[in-house]
């Protein structure tokens, strides 16, 4: 027996509206949570089509063998970053005027594989060997309506797609579970001279995986108590009609990072020569969501670890493109002197209809209308201003830098990307990235700075 998934009713009416447009296809992304019993999607979002895609409307069959997964990951990159902890990119899926299975199934298995071993590629954590390994692909046929759901083990790139239950249901978006929570992070990267010549980017995501086993290990409060991993979540509680007094209030969410060792770890210290540092200061905003079907402690810890850990490496993410699209040349040597940069802030939306809030980042340059523009791009969904949550206030940051060292933010490693589609995406997307609340709201980010110690 495959995979259940429960999918919101809305997501059903945007697939059944989604006009081609003379295409012979368009594909997309699916947004939800894993559980051990069953999947919930409560969003899908069209990839959007390159502005100097080829129009031509021959040779359908041409252009599905050619389907762009680098620009389809790209777009899974940029909504990865909006989803709060809890939530992740399920799948993908194709609308097409074609009942061509098994060639829409073949190019599912690649798009799929792609996408997630993309995403995964930027994250500071693993999934744990319990969590499901299965990732959903939808084929529609909009002709005839007709739905086909599978499955592939992202795990093993040679597995078969499985069959899966593609089921509607309504009141979906209603049925979550919220967890708030207040990290301050002073975070200091030493830069040994021997990682000199990797780039700043490689040097300070280093230094965050480090941080981030401290998140990892950290105790966790909700709601001022310590609770079992395997307790049921909503224990205690004094449970309405339909749980409504439950789901509406979130659960607080306090971190409390160990600052030593257990007796049975040996610590050792060594002096190392180091030709700067790279500092990150300043409180982040984090949230998360479970669904309320028999939620258990240990996920939601785990939905709140990860929003902490994907929210700082993204806004350092976010920074270093924009410094090397805007500001750093190829391979320039910073100055000695003090420079201040400010981290992208976080501001939250919600999904209509639900206490599901989506994220965003945006630097203090951008405006209104890039919101508008943005959410419209990456998420194919309108939003209303009113309905921006101001989340963060603003902290101040610094950067010194000194003569004595060769990171930079130039990507000049195996892994730097292809100069087309990230040119055009960085460019068209990241320069909108996080435009949430651009007008008239002040948002806290975390502050980075980057020391280098002179001769």
Known sequence: MGRTYIVEENVGQYLSNMNLQGKAFVSGLLIGQCSSQK?????????????????????????????????????????????????????????????????????LHRLVFAVEKSVNKKRLWNFTEEEVSERVTLHICSSTKKILCRTYDIHDPKSSAKPADWKYQSGLLTSWLSLECTVHINIHIPLSTTSASYTLEKNTKNGLARWAKQIENSVYLINGQVK?????????????RGNAQVTSHPFDVRVLTQLLLNSDHRSTAAVQICSGSVNLKGTVKCRAYIHSNKPKVKD???????????????????????????????????????????????????????TVMLCDYKFGDESAEEIRDHFIEMLDHRIQIEDLEIAEEINTACVSSSMNTEASLDNTDDEQPKQPIKTTVALKIQHNIGVIAAFAVVVIAAGISFHYFSD
């Open 300 to 354: 939601a810890v785990q939905a709140v670890k990860r929003d902490i850990l994907n929210t700082v490496a993204d806004r350092c993410e976010i920074l270093f493109e924009d410094l090397l699209l805007n500001e750093i040349p190829e391979k320039k040597v910073m100055n000695s002197e003090n420079e201040f940069h400010i981290l992208p802030h976080r501001v939250f939306v919600p999904i209509p209809g639900s």
């Open 39 to 107: 999947d919930y999607v409560i969003l899908a979002t069209r990839t959007p089509p390159k502005e100097q895609q080829n129009e031509n409307l021959q040779h359908s069959k041409a252009k599905l063998d050619n389907l762009d997964e680098e620009w389809a990951t790209e777009h899974a990159n940029q909504v990865s970053r909006m989803l709060p902890g809890g939530l992740l990119v399920l799948g993908v899926f194709i609308i097409t005027t074609l009942e061509m299975e098994n060639d829409f199934q073949n190019a």
């Open 228 to 240: 079992a991993e395997d307790c049921d979540l909503l224990e205690g509680q004094k449970k309405s």
